[in-house]
């Protein structure tokens, strides 16, 4: 029996419809291009594995704000947990982790910055710290970032953190290498260097259970993004739809409490300004 073609069209249209809803509704809030990481049904995620409180693996678990922060945007683009897999990604490989498809996007305190963003599309920023300074406890000598002349300053490979007081500021401290801050951290209880200096939530993180303290002299601000291949802009989108609704609905308040509360620190609970997707 031959199927008049008016019928034929509307089938195909009722089809399309249906099975446009049923992508929609699994994918939570992304459906974006195929590609994009608003369309995947499952993730890589490049977090930190060394910085307490923040991105820290241990037994095989990734603990810290970063990863609770890429949890929740995973499920709202309809990735529930059982489908992350986090992979450490040090400051040092970010970009080019993205670029070769290591990772779908990197959750690891990853300031945006216009250097950064001729290769990588950011959403967010997700949180703005400010840079601050760590010292050994017993350490009175300095007290601002004018008074790291003359000091042994961490230089993380991949941070920006040192250049902002060496290269920004023309403050004359001796930079000395480290691959991590974990490893500033060692350095700085051997006395191997004087002084760490970038953002607070990484140094409250390290600052527990250890003799050192933050000199609380903050003196920039820093803009956490979520980093995504370049050029996926349908994905920035939807990352930052769900950082909205991640502070709308009091939860990014929570998890800043969880992880940030006993630290001293003022935490920012309002919806950071985003930088828009390019």
Same mark, same amino acid.
């Given at each position: 029996?031959? %199927?008049?073609? &008016?019928?034929?069209?509307?089938? @195909? +249209?009722?089809?399309?419809? !249906?099975?446009? *809803?049923? /992508?929609?509704?699994?994918?939570? %809030?992304?459906? &974006?291009?195929?590609?994009?990481? @608003? +369309?995947?049904?499952?993730? !890589?995620?490049? *977090?930190? /594995?060394?910085?307490?409180?923040?991105?820290?693996?241990?037994?095989?678990?990734?603990?810290?704000?970063?990863?609770?922060?890429?949890?929740?945007?995973?499920?709202?683009?309809?990735?529930?947990?059982?489908?992350?897999?986090?992979?450490?990604?040090?400051?040092?490989?970010?970009?080019?982790?993205?670029?070769?498809?290591?990772?779908?996007?990197?959750?690891?305190?990853?300031?945006?910055?216009?250097?950064?963003?001729?290769?990588?599309?950011?959403?967010?920023?997700?949180?703005?710290?400010?840079?601050?300074?760590?010292?050994?406890?017993?350490?009175?000598?300095?007290?601002?970032?004018?008074?790291?002349?003359?000091?042994?300053?961490?230089?993380?490979?991949?941070?920006?953190?040192?250049?902002?007081?060496?290269?920004?500021?023309?403050?004359?401290?001796?930079?000395?290498?480290?691959?991590?801050?974990?490893?500033?951290?060692?350095?700085?209880?051997?006395?191997?260097?004087?002084?760490?200096?970038?953002?607070?939530?990484?140094?409250?993180?390290?600052?527990?259970?250890?003799?050192?303290?933050?000199?609380?002299?903050?003196?920039?601000?820093?803009?956490?993004?979520?980093?995504?291949?370049?050029?996926?802009?349908?994905?920035?989108?939807?990352?930052?739809?769900?950082?909205?609704?991640?502070?709308?609905?009091?939860?990014?308040?929570?998890?800043?409490?969880?992880?940030?509360?006993?630290?001293?620190?003022?935490?920012?609970?309002?919806?950071?300004?985003?930088?828009?997707?390019?």
């Amino acid at each position: 029996m031959r %199927i008049p073609r &008016g019928r034929v069209r509307a089938g @195909a +249209a009722v089809f399309t419809a !249906v099975a446009a *809803v049923a /992508a929609a509704a699994g994918c939570g %809030i992304g459906g &974006g291009e195929a590609g994009s990481v @608003a +369309a995947k049904r499952s993730l !890589v995620i490049g *977090v930190k /594995a060394d910085q307490p409180g923040l991105g820290l693996r241990s037994g095989g678990t990734y603990t810290g704000f970063d990863v609770d922060v890429a949890v929740y945007i995973a499920g709202r683009l309809g990735v529930p947990r059982s489908r992350i897999t986090f992979r450490a990604t040090p400051s040092s490989i970010r970009e080019k982790s993205l670029r070769d498809g290591d990772v779908d996007m990197i959750v690891a305190t990853y300031s945006i910055t216009a250097k950064r963003k001729t290769q990588v599309t950011f959403a967010g920023p997700y949180y703005v710290p400010h840079q601050d300074t760590l010292v050994r406890a017993d350490d009175t000598t300095i007290r601002n970032v004018r008074d790291l002349a003359g000091k042994r300053l961490c230089e993380v490979t991949g941070s920006n953190s040192w250049r902002r007081v060496i290269e920004e500021r023309k403050i004359a401290a001796t930079p000395v290498r480290s691959p991590t801050y974990s490893r500033c951290m060692d350095m700085l209880a051997a006395g191997r260097i004087d002084a760490v200096s970038t953002d607070d939530l990484i140094l409250a993180g390290f600052a527990a259970d250890r003799p050192v303290k933050i000199i609380n002299a903050p003196f920039t601000d820093e803009k956490y993004g979520v980093g995504l291949r370049k050029g996926d802009l349908d994905g920035c989108e939807a990352v930052n739809r769900a950082i909205t609704q991640m502070y709308q609905s009091g939860h990014a308040a929570t998890l800043l409490n969880k992880w940030f509360r006993r630290s001293g620190l003022k935490l920012a609970t309002s919806v950071p300004q985003f930088e828009g997707c390019s």
